[in-house]
């Protein structure tokens, strides 16, 4: 079947109690078990799994075309999960540009969990080739990355970590699964923060790992959110489930209204550059043709004035509004290195966008005139 088929109908079999159509929200923390703790249903207690949480995690595999998966409270909760399924003494690859909470999180804790991370541009194979240690057992990358909109050879990148007897994992947020699917160019997991288009609406936190197998590594990933309780709520659960029924739709329109205004940018005199996979001149256009169906609704530009010239164009658009996170029906313009504060490696006079719904004509008008 087709993916808007799938994204349509996978974990959605009526309810078997009562032929509902949209599916119950099943809110209780504790079920129903046997004498001597037996699962008659499959379920015991919520931290361990629930029915609203195995509806979308049925979805999100087939979507993804995983074994199985499993979802968490937040994308940096699923990520979290992943990287502590390995063991102390590991050595992690992490692409140069990736998601800044993730980057946070190897700088602040995997040192303490007993793990080295270091970061390569993973536009350069032979970089990541040179990159790769004895030690290496995870090579993450993220595709188009945030903020700089970085695309990697994934098919590449999952044989250079096959070689070196790694796993590798992508961070698919901004392409979600109609866009982009990592397992079937290699990649061993894939990781979405659930909070941006899969939700799509901004009002739901979550995340999501996905596995091409469900093997030991899909266990650890679960026995940590069993134990450690980073699980998703049934409402939450829910929530994602509804919005994954209109993803292929709203990513069309995404991806349409995203090219339209990155040529609109990348023609405005005020414009430094415009980073967007689907423009010829992006350096990884080619590949993102080959691995990407289309090009979503994540762009960032870099204006002519520096800091203050960027942050002029926050203070003065009015379709956009002035916002951190991404993929929902509203079109977001945020200052990124303010976002990601002092750490932040992220150029000056760079704004990223994540563009809505919206008519592209209002959209570029409103960027005209705050460019001016
Ligand atoms: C690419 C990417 N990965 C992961 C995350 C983390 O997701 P969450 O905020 O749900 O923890 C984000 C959040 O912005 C993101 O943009």
């Known amino acids: 079947m087709k993916l808007d088929t799938i994204a349509v109908h996978a974990g959605g079999k009526p309810d078997p109690a009562t032929g509902a159509i949209a599916p119950p929200i099943h809110l209780s923390t504790t079920f129903e078990h046997g004498p001597a703790g037996e699962r008659p249903l499959g379920y015991m207690y919520i931290r361990e799994g629930s029915p609203t949480e195995a509806r979308l995690e049925e979805a999100l595999a087939a979507l993804d075309g ?79 990355s945030n903020p700089l909109m970085k695309v990697v050879d994934l098919a590449a990148l ?87 029924r209109s993803l292929a ?49 994540m762009l960032s530009f870099r204006v002519k004035g520096g800091r203050e010239g960027a942050v002029g164009v926050c203070s003065k658009v009015r379709v956009f509004t002035v916002a951190t996170s991404l993929g929902g029906t509203e079109s977001l313009i945020e200052h990124r290195a303010s976002s990601e504060g002092p750490t932040s490696k992220t150029p000056q006079n760079l704004l990223r966008c994540s563009i809505g719904l919206e008519h592209a004509d209002d959209l570029i008008e409103d960027l005209r005139q705050a460019l001016e």
């Open 249 to 297: 739709v709203r990513v069309e329109r995404h991806s349409a209204n995203g090219l339209a205004i990155a040529r609109a940018l990348e023609a405005h005199p005020a414009v430094q550059a415009v980073h967007y996979p689907g423009l010829s001149s992006h350096a990884g256009h080619e590949i993102a043709k080959r691995q990407m169906s289309g090009f979503g609704g």
């Open 66 to 144: 995983g074994e199985a998966a499993l979802v968490f409270s937040s994308g940096m909760a699923a990520g979290a999960a992943y990287l502590a399924t390995l063991p102390a003494g590991s050595h992690v690859l992490l692409a140069d540009d990736i998601y800044y909470g993730l980057r946070e999180m190897a700088k602040d804790f995997l040192v303490g969990w007993g793990i080295e991370s270091s970061s390569v541009d993973m536009a350069d194979l032979e970089a990541v080739r040179g990159a790769v240690r004895k030690q290496t057992r995870l090579i993450w990358a993220e595709s188009p």
């Open 158 to 244: 999952a044989k250079i970590a096959k070689d070196a007897k790694a796993r590798f994992a992508v961070d698919g947020t901004f392409a979600t699964p109609i866009l982009q699917r990592p397992l079937a160019l290699g990649a061993d997991a894939v990781m979405h923060a659930a909070t941006k288009y899969l939700g799509g609406h901004s009002d739901v936190q979550g995340g999501a790992l996905v596995f091409a197998r469900r093997d030991e590594t899909y266990e650890k990933a679960r026995h940590t959110r069993h134990i450690l309780g980073g699980v998703l709520s049934p409402f939450n659960s829910w929530l994602v489930l509804r919005g994954l």
